[in-house]
């Protein structure tokens, strides 16, 4: 049988040590509720709870994820708050109502918490499931927010933590570290009110079939930081090694409504951090700007992945290796106001229906593909090298295009199909420019070219194709008048098919071929 | 924006050895598809093509078609090989002052150089007649073979072709507009060596101005009327075949009068025996070294009889 133990207010001693455990860690017991919530830390420079076995509880109210576990009744005196639960379906409800503590901890898993940094273990037998843990942090006006290290590991499959940090009228101003090790975990991150600059908060996951979610609220004027995935973990003891590289995470968005902030996301094949695999996808959406966001994919060698991100009006940077398909836009048109940099190898890029209005820059290495699909293009730069790669705007860039850029270089075949379809209200007004390149500095592979202007703006186009293999070179101006200077030279043969200007007005096409 | 990944793209440098390599060895150069459709404004294509060049073809020429008032200027240099042929259609319909001009030389520029070269130039249909067309068309090398089909009124055309005694050019002209111009006093229609011109003209008020170079044969079959032909001979041994029908030609011959050069003969139809010029209504007469024959028939008289009369010789003074 578990325990319950009530905490009554009452002042602690210099340190307190709770065990609400069963016989043993190995084969824990079920039922140890520990319920608030008047606990009273204060002048307590320690306190640690230990429970073990199945389904216990900490909460204020005893019922799992209940209410609040109160900390520290007085300002600035607990320094350190350990939870250990170890067993299965645990649940841990922790407000920090009044306290500044130094640190935070909550262990959920087989494993025991060895010193101030933690750690989670490696031994699978020692994986427990089901595990849930919400924390908040000055989440309202009745907590302090004070908190300098907030550490959550939870080790284990079907795991949930959920932090709620600062509010709009008081910043957290700790440092988050958030671990999960194992299979569909769940952890769910939201950030309010976030003002103090220079604030990290580290996501990690390792296993497979994850969920994270990171929701950042409010103007974050001076800056904050959010480092999710597996290679900046505040604690090195505590990184998810290349071992626990197992993928296949589920669904993971990123939902960010605040402002002035950098988020990192670190997906690396050294590191595990969370890899998105499969049909998988990871989601990124930001409210409002601007922000600073950086995504390195995995290295596993897996095709499929997605990044959706979707209303964007920041900074943002995509990079991607091993097949990673990364997709921007969907059925909502997605906006771009800052700049951004997607960057693959040997994976896909998509773009549907997304505005760009700041510095744009696609690029692949060894292979892959890039498909772009409406919107407005302020000034796009794309470039693709190594094995055979495609770039296809098929579809048009159907809103204002300023400034396009697009460089295709490698031994292998590679084709490029560019549809200016600008379509501005202020006719006139932009003059949509494309700098197109084709290059291959060995091998016969060729390149092929197919252009389309159907945009109502006057356009200008500079075409170059170089290189051992075949060249050929398609243009079509339906619309809107085109001026296009073509050159196509190298030791194999060249040619220009389907040259056509069909009720071209004001429009010249010049082409040297040699 | 200063992201710094781990794993950028290096900078790939361009093709600067390909480049380079591709000015030692010719490729092939083909532009198999070029539509300029009823533009709105103002149009201009230039092509250049250096090494084995290809532009159009005869299934589906180069086309420009203009439906309004908006002129198409399309522009070829074509800089070929020794053993590939060049070969460039081009059509035109409807368009106002539509602007040709094809320049196809040798690789290494010199005239008179081993060369195919071969341009068709179709100007129009019945259906949808050329007008106003301005033709240029420079042909340097041997075995340049030239087919201008015009149909449409107030073509200018400026055709030269260079080439000597190693290879055989040809020129052949099919004009069923009226008003048109080959060539003119100052830019004459100018032939190489031992060239072969063939001129068909069925329109009225056409002009023609030719030089021809030495050992050149150039026929001449006019079904019109008020046409006038302008003709330059440079060397001995040139040959003139007319046929007339129509009425109030004129014809216009220049000959060379001094050094081994001269002109020797005109033969002025196929009959073995010329008639006299005088005959029939064709007035042959010389002032200087130059010779010219007038067509008097302006009315009344039948083809057979302009037949008759244009078996003549003449000979400068």
């Keep these: 049988m578990g325990q319950k133990i009530q905490f009554k207010a009452s002042v602690m001693a210099a340190a307190i040590s709770v065990m609400a455990a069963g016989p043993a860690l190995a084969t824990p017991t079920e039922g140890n509720i520990l319920v608030g919530p008047d606990l009273d830390t204060s002048g307590v420079s320690t306190v640690k709870i230990d429970q073990s ?31 250990q639960q170890v067993g299965t379906t645990n649940s841990l409800g922790l407000r920090s109502y009044t306290s500044d503590v130094t640190k935070v901890q909550v262990f959920q898993g087989a494993d025991a918490e060895t010193g101030s940094t933690g750690k989670l273990g490696t031994d699978a037998t020692k994986l427990v499931n089901s595990n849930s843990a ?31 940090l600062g509010r709009a009228t008081g910043a957290f101003t700790g440092t988050l570290n958030l671990l999960q090790v194992g299979n569909g975990n769940l952890a769910d991150v939201v950030v309010n009110g976030q003002t103090t600059a220079g604030q990290t908060f580290n996501i990690g996951q390792s296993g497979g079939n994850n969920a994270l979610s990171l929701t950042a609220n409010g103007d974050q004027s001076t800056g904050m930081t959010l480092d999710f995935g597996g290679l900046t973990f505040g604690r090195t003891t505590s990184l998810p090694g290349a071992s626990d590289t197992s993928g296949n995470n589920n669904v993971s968005s990123y939902t960010y409504s605040g402002a002035n902030s950098t988020l990192n996301g670190y997906f690396t094949g050294s590191l595990a951090g969370i890899n998105v695999l499969g049909t998988d996808e990871f989601k990124i959406k930001t409210l409002y700007g601007p922000n600073n966001i950086q995504v390195d994919l995995a290295s596993a060698a897996a095709t499929g992945n997605k990044i959706d991100v979707t209303n964007f009006w920041s900074n943002f940077a995509i990079y991607g290796k091993g097949g990673a398909a990364i997709n921007l836009g969907g059925s909502g048109r997605l906006s771009v106001d800052g700049d951004l940099v997607v960057y693959a190898n040997g994976g896909s890029i998509s773009v549907n229906n997304t505005n760009f209005y700041g510095r744009s820059d696609f690029s692949t290495a060894d292979g892959g593909s890039i498909t772009y699909n409406g919107g407005d293009v302020f000034e796009m730069s794309v470039s693709q090298s190594g094995a055979a790669h495609s770039f296809s705007s098929t579809n048009g860039m159907s809103g204002f295009v300023e400034s396009s850029k697009v460089t295709q270089t490698g031994p292998i075949v590679n084709s ?18 494309f700098t197109l390149t084709q290059t291959s500095e060995t091998g016969g592979g060729g390149h092929a070219m197919t252009l389309y202007n159907n945009g109502n703006d006057s356009s200008s186009w500079t075409v170059a194709q170089s290189g051992a293999g075949a060249k050929t070179l398609g243009f079509t ?34 082409l040297a071929q040699r | 924006m200063n992201f710094s990944p781990s794993s950028r793209l290096a900078p790939s440098a361009l093709a600067a050895a390909a480049l380079s390599a591709a000015s030692l060895v010719w490729a092939q150069s083909t532009l198999d598809h070029l539509v300029v459709q009823a533009p709105s404004a103002p149009v201009t294509v230039q092509i250049t093509q250096e090494g084995a060049g290809k532009l159009g073809a005869s299934v589906e020429p180069i086309t420009l078609v203009s439906a309004s008032s908006a002129p198409i200027s399309l522009t070829v240099q074509q800089i070929g090989a020794f053993t590939v042929a060049s070969q460039i259609k081009a059509y035109t319909a409807g368009a106002t002052a539509n602007t040709i001009t094809l320049k196809q030389e040798t690789a290494d520029a010199t005239p008179g150089a081993v060369n195919d070269v071969w341009a068709k130039l179709l100007l129009g249909t019945q259906a949808a007649p050329a007008a106003s067309q301005h033709v240029t068309l420079l042909q340097i090398g041997d075995k340049a073979q030239a087919t201008i089909e015009s149909e449409g009124d107030n073509l200018a055309a400026t055709i030269i072709q260079h080439g000597n005694s190693s290879g055989v050019s040809s020129l052949n002209i099919a004009s069923n507009g009226a008003s048109n111009t080959y060539g003119s006093a100052g830019a004459p229609i100018t032939l190489g060596a031992l060239s072969t011109l063939a001129i068909s003209s069925a329109g009225d008020n056409n002009s023609y101005a030719i030089s021809l170079a030495g050992d050149s044969t150039a026929g001449i079959t006019n079904a019109g009327s008020f046409n006038t032909y302008n003709i330059a001979t440079q060397l001995a041994g040139d040959s003139l075949a007319l046929a007339i029908s129509g009425s109030g030609n004129a014809f216009t011959f220049d000959f060379p009068t001094t050094g081994t050069s001269q002109y020797k003969a005109v033969a002025w139809g196929s009959a073995a025996t010329p008639a006299s010029v005088t005959s029939g209504n064709f007035v042959a007469q010389c002032g200087g070294s130059t010779c010219w024959v007038t067509d008097t028939s302006s009315n009344g008289y039948t083809a057979a009889n302009l037949a008759a009369a244009a078996n003549a010789s003449v000979t400068p003074r």
């Design chain 1, 53 to 83: 076995g199945t389904g216990n509880i900490t909460s204020s109210s005893g019922a799992a994820n209940g209410a609040a576990f109160i900390v520290d009744q007085s300002a600035g005196a607990t320094t350190a708050l350990t939870i």
């Design chain 1, 134 to 164: 919400v924390v908040q942090i000055g989440a309202d006006a009745t907590q302090r927010a004070g908190a300098t290290d907030v550490f959550l590991t939870q080790q284990g499959d079907n795991n949930v933590a959920a932090t709620f």
């Design chain 1, 416 to 433: 490029m199909v560019v549809n200016n379809s600008s379509a501005d209200n202020y006719s006139g007004f932009y003059t949509p420019s």
């Design chain 1, 477 to 510: 101006s339906n619309t809107g008048s085109a001026v296009i200077n073509a050159t196509q030279t190298g030791l194999a043969s060249q040619s220009a098919t389907g040259i056509n200007f069909a009720a071209a007005s004001g429009s010249s096409f010049t």
